[in-house]
């Protein structure tokens, strides 16, 4: 705003600075007109009669009209050296200069009070009336103009010209000064009212950086269509970098929820094995349980790279044909040890499909679990693999507890648990978000549904993944 003021400020001073010399120059010339009519005048009235200069102005000055000359004047004869002036002067003299014959010089004088004046100095020759002359006989030496050389000085007083002057000029500072001012204002007002739903923008989009918003950022109505693209590309790949970190953070915690039930597996078969003596032959055995955990637990760390690689683009699926039976009946056999009571049914279609195995069976162990820990002792637990409507389905069906056909969405979202859960309860909140996230990657769907008293959740993959098995 202050470059575009300063900038329309110099404009403005060059534009009146050559409108104040017109101006000046118009009324100067009109001066000058004046003048040299006057001193045109003048000249002529300067009459040779019989060798005497006679000047004709003398007898006009007591007329009633006067001679029509503005301003004093003083003729000079050069040859006798004698002076004639209007009678303004009174006894004083003006400034003598001319130029060649019969070329009048204009230039600014000071008069004897110390009033500027213009003055216009010419050099001339009596004028010589012809016609007078030849009635009086043949013209005689006496009579030739050119021996009585005239100088004429004629002047006017400006003073009052540039008090108008300096009037004019006073009051084009004051427009000037007014007209920036203004400006400026205008400019702020404008910027002011141009830049609100840019600021609007701005403080969305620090709102969003900071966290507080999480949906796209909305753009202000009134913003310029010129940066109505930059603002979306800019909105488009601030969401790009909120998916990345959003991706990165749920990476981390569902990797510490995948590796939370392993660690502690392991840490309680190293501690019974500590808490006594105990034969060689038991100590091999619950080191070898311990080893296969981890070699589990490397196998889960590895298909959390595989899914994080997955997210960025960086892998694709790796179909392979996979035992689904077996792979989920070594599941069962592992989960019935930890939950006791509970009573597993299973419906399992013999044969092979094709599928990312690592994803596979985190997708299946995640739900395999929040089956077994929301199912009370004395409970039964359904599983269903199959083959329906040209997709391969996989089930599981159990008690819902306090689960509502409504918590469907939300559960799917990360932290989030059924009404009755507390601190105590057994899991974060992060099991069935991280399935359906895998369901979604291999190409098909997580849902859940409640009939009576028991809550479905059913992931369905196309065959293309997941073959027939």
Not at 102 to 128: E, M, S, T, W
Not at 138 to 160: F, G, K, M, N
Not at 254 to 276: D, F, K, N, S, Y
Not at 300 to 322: D, F, H, Q, W, Y
Request: aromatic share 6%; net charge negative.
């Amino acid at each position: 705003m202050i470059g575009s003021g300063l900038l329309v400020a110099i404009v403005l001073l060059i534009a009146n600075a050559s409108i104040f010399g017109r101006i000046k120059r118009d009324h100067i010339e009109d001066v000058d007109t004046q003048l040299l009519q006057s001193a045109s005048l003048l000249s002529k009235s300067a009459e040779l009669d019989f060798g005497h200069v006679v000047y004709e102005w003398k007898e006009a000055m007591h007329s009633a009209s006067g001679p029509p000359v503005t301003g004093v004047f003083q003729f000079w004869d050069v040859n006798t050296k004698t002076s004639e002036r209007s009678p303004e002067l009174g006894p004083h003299d003006l400034p003598q200069f001319h130029g060649p014959l019969n070329q009048p010089v204009l230039k600014d004088i000071v008069l004897h009070d110390g009033v500027h004046a213009r003055a216009v100095g010419l050099l001339h020759y009596p004028f010589l009336d012809q016609l007078a002359a030849g009635e009086q006989g043949p013209p005689v030496t006496e009579a030739d103009p050119s021996s009585h050389p005239q100088i004429l000085v004629c002047a006017r007083e400006i003073e009052s010209l540039e008090k108008h002057l300096r009037s004019v000029r006073q009051g084009l500072i004051y427009t000037t000064v007014a007209t920036v001012i203004g400006i400026w204002i205008a400019i702020y007002v404008i910027s002011s009212w141009t830049l609100r739903p840019i600021n609007q923008l701005s403080s969305r989009l620090l709102k969003r950086s900071l966290g507080e918003e999480g949906t796209m950022t909305e753009i202000p109505e009134k913003l310029p269509s010129e940066l109505t693209e930059l603002a979306t590309a800019f909105g488009t790949t601030l969401a790009r970098v909120e998916a990345a970190r959003s991706h990165e953070r749920d990476f981390a915690l569902h990797a510490a929820h995948e590796l939370r039930t392993p660690v502690a597996g392991i840490h309680a078969t190293l501690e019974q094995a500590l808490h006594r003596p105990r034969h060689e032959d038991d100590l091999r055995e619950r080191i070898g349980t311990a080893l296969d955990i981890t070699s589990g637990m490397r196998g889960t760390i590895g298909s959390l790279m595989r899914l994080a690689r997955l997210r960025g683009g960086i892998e694709k699926i790796n179909c392979e044909p996979v035992d689904v039976a077996s792979v989920l009946q070594a599941m069962i056999e592992r989960d019935s040890q930890n939950y006791s009571g509970i009573t597993v049914e299973t419906h399992f279609e013999s044969g092979t499909t094709s599928t990312d195995e690592g994803l596979f069976r985190i997708l299946t162990e995640n739900l395999l679990d929040n089956a077994f820990r929301h199912s009370p002792p004395g409970s039964t637990i359904s599983l269903c693999a199959k083959v329906a409507d040209g997709r391969f389905l996989f089930e599981t069906n159990n008690p819902h507890g306090d689960l509502r056909a409504e918590d469907a969405a939300r559960l799917f979202r990360p932290f989030q648990r059924g009404e009755q859960a507390n601190a105590d309860s057994a899991g974060a909140g992060l099991g069935l978000p991280l399935a359906k996230e895998i369901a979604t990657l291999l190409g098909g769907s997580l849902e859940m549904s409640i009939r009576g008293e028991r809550v479905t959740f059913s992931v369905t993959l196309p065959l293309s993944q997941a073959g027939p098995p």
